[in-house]
């Protein structure tokens, strides 16, 4: 009967290890993905306020991007008028740096 229970537990146990182990592994292909599964992104993949939402998209909503992007253009262009289409390269890598690279790529600014 110990034996029974012991063994009972144990394979919980390893059950339970067994679905944190394959959710770690999951994570870690979501979020560190190897350099060859990475896009190489370059300012014209980003150079309007469209594209760069397309990019990050599935990061944020779009009502959020916006809001983001016509703050950093009004801080670097403060008589810009919020219908501006284009994102000057200081605007976009403001915009990198403070809300990160988009989920499968990473920006190359070559400057």
Same mark, same amino acid.
């Given at each position: /009967? @110990?034996?029974?229970?012991?063994?009972?537990?144990?394979?919980?146990? @390893?059950?339970?290890? $067994? $679905?944190? &182990?394959?959710? @770690?592994?999951?994570? $870690?292909? @979501? &979020?560190? %993905?190897?350099? %060859?599964? /990475? %896009? $190489?992104?370059?300012y014209t993949d980003a150079n309007t306020k469209g594209k760069l939402i397309n990019l990050y998209i599935n990061q944020y909503s779009e009502r959020q991007l916006r809001i983001y992007i016509n703050d950093i253009i009004q801080e670097f262009r403060p008589k810009a008028k919020k219908t501006? %289409?284009?994102i000057s390269l200081q605007e976009l890598k403001a915009f990198v740096e403070l809300y990160g690279e988009p989920v499968g790529g990473e920006f190359c600014f070559m400057r």
């Amino acid at each position: /009967m @110990l034996t029974t229970a012991l063994h009972g537990y144990t394979t919980n146990v @390893l059950r339970h290890l $067994t $679905t944190i &182990f394959i959710s @770690l592994e999951i994570a $870690t292909n @979501l &979020f560190y %993905k190897s350099d %060859k599964e /990475m %896009k $190489t992104l370059y300012y014209t993949d980003a150079n309007t306020k469209g594209k760069l939402i397309n990019l990050y998209i599935n990061q944020y909503s779009e009502r959020q991007l916006r809001i983001y992007i016509n703050d950093i253009i009004q801080e670097f262009r403060p008589k810009a008028k919020k219908t501006t %289409k284009n994102i000057s390269l200081q605007e976009l890598k403001a915009f990198v740096e403070l809300y990160g690279e988009p989920v499968g790529g990473e920006f190359c600014f070559m400057r």
